[in-house]
Protein backbone atom coordinates (compact mmCIF):
# COMPACT_ATOMS: atom_id res chain seq x y z
CA UNK A 1 0.00 0.00 0.00
CA UNK A 2 2.64 2.31 0.86
CA UNK A 3 3.74 1.50 -2.39
CA UNK A 4 1.08 2.16 -4.12
CA UNK A 5 0.25 5.48 -2.53
CA UNK A 6 4.26 6.43 -3.28
CA UNK A 7 3.56 6.03 -7.22
CA UNK A 8 0.31 7.56 -6.88
CA UNK A 9 2.23 10.76 -5.10
CA UNK A 10 4.74 10.74 -7.62
CA UNK A 11 2.52 10.39 -10.72
CA UNK A 12 0.34 13.42 -9.11
CA UNK A 13 3.71 15.43 -8.39
CA UNK A 14 4.82 14.70 -12.01
CA UNK A 15 1.94 15.74 -13.77
CA UNK A 16 1.47 19.41 -11.83
CA UNK A 17 5.03 19.84 -12.66
CA UNK A 18 4.67 19.29 -16.45
CA UNK A 19 1.30 20.54 -16.99
CA UNK A 20 2.69 24.02 -15.38
CA UNK A 21 5.71 23.77 -17.69
CA UNK A 22 3.20 23.00 -20.45
CA UNK A 23 1.21 25.97 -19.11
CA UNK A 24 4.06 28.39 -18.81
CA UNK A 25 5.38 27.39 -22.67
CA UNK A 26 2.40 28.00 -24.06
CA UNK A 27 1.93 31.29 -22.11
CA UNK A 28 5.94 31.84 -23.24
CA UNK A 29 4.79 31.71 -27.08
CA UNK A 30 1.76 33.72 -26.45
CA UNK A 31 3.98 36.73 -24.77
CA UNK A 32 6.31 35.89 -27.92
CA UNK A 33 4.09 36.58 -30.41
CA UNK A 34 2.36 39.15 -28.41
CA UNK A 35 5.76 40.98 -28.56
CA UNK A 36 6.50 40.29 -32.33
CA UNK A 37 3.09 41.40 -32.75
CA UNK A 38 3.76 44.83 -31.27
CA UNK A 39 6.97 44.87 -32.68
CA UNK A 40 5.12 44.89 -36.00
CA UNK A 41 3.10 47.50 -35.24
CA UNK A 42 5.62 50.04 -33.88
CA UNK A 43 7.99 49.47 -37.19
CA UNK A 44 4.54 49.95 -39.08
CA UNK A 45 3.65 52.99 -37.23
CA UNK A 46 7.48 54.52 -37.74
CA UNK A 47 7.34 54.04 -41.47
CA UNK A 48 4.12 55.84 -41.85
CA UNK A 49 5.78 58.70 -39.23
CA UNK A 50 8.52 58.90 -41.78
CA UNK A 51 6.05 58.89 -44.38
CA UNK A 52 4.20 61.84 -43.16
CA UNK A 53 7.32 64.03 -41.88
CA UNK A 54 9.27 63.22 -45.61
CA UNK A 55 5.50 64.61 -47.05
CA UNK A 56 5.39 67.95 -44.73
CA UNK A 57 9.27 68.64 -44.98
CA UNK A 58 7.99 68.33 -48.92
CA UNK A 59 5.59 70.99 -48.02
CA UNK A 60 7.48 73.42 -45.76
CA UNK A 61 10.33 73.18 -48.17
CA UNK A 62 9.08 76.00 -51.17
CA UNK A 63 7.83 77.71 -47.83
CA UNK A 64 11.29 77.90 -46.31
CA UNK A 65 12.48 78.91 -49.94
CA UNK A 66 9.86 81.58 -49.59
CA UNK A 67 10.47 82.81 -46.17
CA UNK A 68 14.25 83.08 -47.21
CA UNK A 69 13.70 85.19 -49.98
CA UNK A 70 12.05 87.60 -48.18
CA UNK A 71 14.15 88.13 -45.68
CA UNK A 72 16.92 88.85 -47.54
CA UNK A 73 15.02 91.59 -49.59
CA UNK A 74 12.95 92.41 -45.76
CA UNK A 75 16.87 92.94 -44.94
CA UNK A 76 17.64 94.99 -48.27
CA UNK A 77 14.87 97.17 -47.77
CA UNK A 78 15.95 98.39 -44.42
CA UNK A 79 19.61 98.68 -45.61
CA UNK A 80 17.89 101.42 -48.13
CA UNK A 81 15.47 102.78 -45.96
CA UNK A 82 18.38 103.90 -43.43
CA UNK A 83 20.41 104.85 -46.32
CA UNK A 84 17.55 106.99 -47.10
CA UNK A 85 17.06 108.22 -44.30
CA UNK A 86 20.72 109.23 -43.17
CA UNK A 87 20.33 111.14 -46.63
CA UNK A 88 17.55 112.80 -45.64
CA UNK A 89 18.69 114.11 -42.84
CA UNK A 90 21.47 115.64 -44.39
CA UNK A 91 19.94 117.24 -46.90
CA UNK A 92 17.91 119.00 -44.26
CA UNK A 93 20.94 119.83 -42.12
CA UNK A 94 21.96 121.20 -46.22
CA UNK A 95 18.54 123.02 -46.31
CA UNK A 96 18.83 124.93 -43.02
CA UNK A 97 22.70 126.11 -43.68
CA UNK A 98 21.30 127.36 -47.14
CA UNK A 99 18.14 129.16 -45.41
CA UNK A 100 20.59 130.60 -42.43
CA UNK A 101 23.04 132.03 -45.12
CA UNK A 102 20.16 133.18 -47.91
Known amino acids: MYHF ?3 KILF ?3 FFLFSDAAIEASSLK ?3 RSV ?3 QMELLELKE ?3 KIAAQQM ?3 EPQN ?3 ESLTKENLAL ?3 LKDLSLKFLLLEEKLEKYQKES
Open 36 to 38: ARL
Open 12 to 14: VGL
Open 48 to 50: KSS
Open 65 to 67: EKI
Open 30 to 32: KVR
Open 58 to 60: AIL
Open 78 to 80: SKK
Open 5 to 7: NFK
